[in-house]
């Protein structure tokens, strides 16, 4: 994996990009760079998300608090990626706030596909 960090321009833009790509055109989809102390449970990235409404906001920590001890490079791409797919199966959850390990390990294999194709076809 390597280090990928964005602008809040560039953030937007591949929110654009990957809103498209996961055919998630009829949401309204927001981002932002985020500190730590926003963040919930030392996370990487997080979204909020209206099933009804189809509105999300995700939030990605801001590189000048990504540890610099940590085992991979922050990848704001694969943040994206990730985020998105739990927008699109919010509505298949049994529980809004439920977390699954099951849940979280499928989404990191489909999001790590996504952005080693995407990276591929276009290298």
């Known amino acids: 994996m390597v280090e990928i ?6 953030l937007q833009k591949r929110l654009d990009y ?4 996961l ?3 009829d949401w309204h989809l927001t981002i932002a760079k ?4 926003k963040m919930p449970n030392e996370a990487q990235a997080y979204c909020q998300t209206n ?3 189809k509105i999300s906001h995700i ?12 085992p991979t490079p922050q990848d704001m791409d694969w943040s994206i990626v990730h985020e998105l ?3 699109h199966i919010s509505g298949i959850k049994a529980e809004e706030f439920e977390w699954s390990l099951q849940e979280e390990q499928a989404i990191d294999a489909m999001a790590y596909a996504y952005i080693t194709l995407d990276r591929e076809a276009n290298a």
């Open 23 to 25: 055919r998630l055109l």
């Open 34 to 37: 985020e500190r730590r102390k």
């Open 85 to 87: 797919l739990h927008v």
């Open 51 to 53: 099933r009804a409404s």
């Open 18 to 21: 990957w809103q498209r790509r």
């Open 59 to 70: 939030g990605i920590l801001h590189e000048s608090d990504y540890g610099t001890n940590t």
């Open 5 to 10: 960090i964005y602008t809040r321009k560039q």
